[in-house]
Each structure stands twice: as C-alpha cells, then as structure tokens.
C-alpha cells in the first residue's frame, strides 16, 4: 500500500518506508505488523465493489484439451503427476 501512495502523491505518507510502518504500524511481535491507519485509509480512499461500478457478463470458462508429446508424458509420468 505504501509504494501505490507513494506513485499517487508522496505528500500522504512520506518517502521513506521505514517512517511510515513505524508511523503506522504497531510491532506486535518478531517481524508481525499490525496496522493501525485505517482511519487515514478511509480519509484518501473511498472503497467501490465491482457490482457498484461494473455490468459485466458471467464468466465463461472455455476448456481445451491438449495432447502432450511423448517427452512431456515421460516427464510426467516420472513427476507423477496424473495426465
């Protein structure tokens, strides 16, 4: 979050990293962050679902079915995964 803020407008949180999570994050244990800016968050930031802004159709999945060569089902059989 820090880095698409920072490429927005250096002027919320600052250029360093390091002052922001020590700004905006409590330690809460070796190398385990929590976060405590979401009021900051919500001020800079509205929150849009896609069904608010978006009308797109249903997915539509196209499955295909390849033949592998005979050295990818070597390799495969050898992995053994299933084919």
Known sequence: MFSQ???????????????????????????????VLKKRIHSIAI??????CLDLPDVTDIIQHVDLETAALRMADRSGQRV
């Open 47 to 52: 929150r849009v679902t896609k069904a608010e």
């Open 5 to 35: 803020y920072k490429y927005l407008n250096p002027m919320i949180f600052g250029l360093s990293f390091y002052s922001f999570r020590k700004r905006y994050f409590e330690i809460t244990g070796y190398g385990m962050y929590k976060p």
